[in-house]
């Protein structure tokens, strides 16, 4: 069955401060990866999406890496702002027939001053 | 243009009440989805349109009625609706029916069931 699971469920970190969020996913055959913010009571907003051969890709203070080996994501955010409170979604879509996205949990971001 | 319009943003409607859900695109794009997302929980997929047809139905119940009237729009018909049917409804298009480029999302319609 595939899964996305993601880690940590919520995180609470001051503003200027780095962090890491994860991604690990059984979805196969792989296709692609996307992270996406999402704000309370708004839809996903897309911050990169990247396919198996591509290892890290950057978008302003948001880089996201990917380990295809061991199926592993990961959503580095620099220098993080208040307006960076949000949840972030991993999605990973499959090769197969149905060409479906398998959505992870989220992780929920509270940047606090 | 490259977003998807859905409107209302808000309502609220009792069980006996009919409505309709509208998602629109611009952008070319010849695919599009219905999610149904409840707080705190990953969107669900519920209906996927592919060149105005549709091809998935993931077992939603008959009280939900999509349509696709051309391929920039998408409606989501709703009729005798219960209390748990609450819940935030995002409609998202892609280029074709693969999803490959990518899945562009509109700002969902948060819908309260009374």
């Known amino acids: 069955k595939n899964q996305v699971e993601q880690s940590p469920q919520s995180l609470i970190i001051l503003e200027g401060k780095n962090c890491t969020l994860q991604?690990?996913?059984?979805?196969?055959?792989?296709?692609?990866l996307r992270w996406y913010k999402q704000d309370t009571g708004r839809g996903p907003v897309s911050l990169t999406i990247?396919?198996?051969?591509?290892n890290t890709k950057s978008n302003g203070r948001y880089t996201a890496t990917l380990d295809a080996d061991t199926k592993q994501s990961s959503l580095h955010i620099t220098a993080s702002q208040l307006s960076d409170s949000a949840s972030y979604i991993c999605?990973?879509?499959?090769?197969?027939?149905?060409?479906?996205?398998?959505f992870g949990g989220g992780t929920r971001l509270m940047v606090k001053p | 243009d490259t977003e998807v319009t859905q409107t209302p943003k808000h309502l609220v409607m009792g069980m006996t009440n009919k409505k309709s859900l509208k998602c629109e695109q611009h952008?070319?794009?010849?695919?599009m989805y219905w999610y149904k997302q409840k707080a705190k929980k990953p969107p669900e997929l519920m209906f996927v349109?592919?060149?105005?047809?549709?091809?998935i139905n993931e077992s939603v119940p008959s009280r939900f009625s999509p349509e696709c009237p051309n391929s920039s729009l998408l409606n989501l018909h709703l009729h005798a609706l219960q209390p748990e049917d609450s819940a935030l409804y995002l409609c998202?298009?892609?280029?074709?029916?693969?999803?490959?480029?990518?899945?562009?999302f509109g700002s969902g319609t948060r819908l309260t069931v009374v």
């Open positions: 952008m070319g794009h010849r695919a």
């Open positions: 999605v990973v879509r499959s090769n197969n027939a149905g060409n479906m996205l398998t």
């Open positions: 991604c690990n996913y059984t979805v196969s055959p792989f296709s692609n």
């Open positions: 998202a298009s892609s280029p074709r029916g693969t999803g490959v480029y990518g899945y562009t």
């Open positions: 990247m396919t198996f051969s591509e």
């Open positions: 349109y592919s060149y105005e047809k549709l091809s």
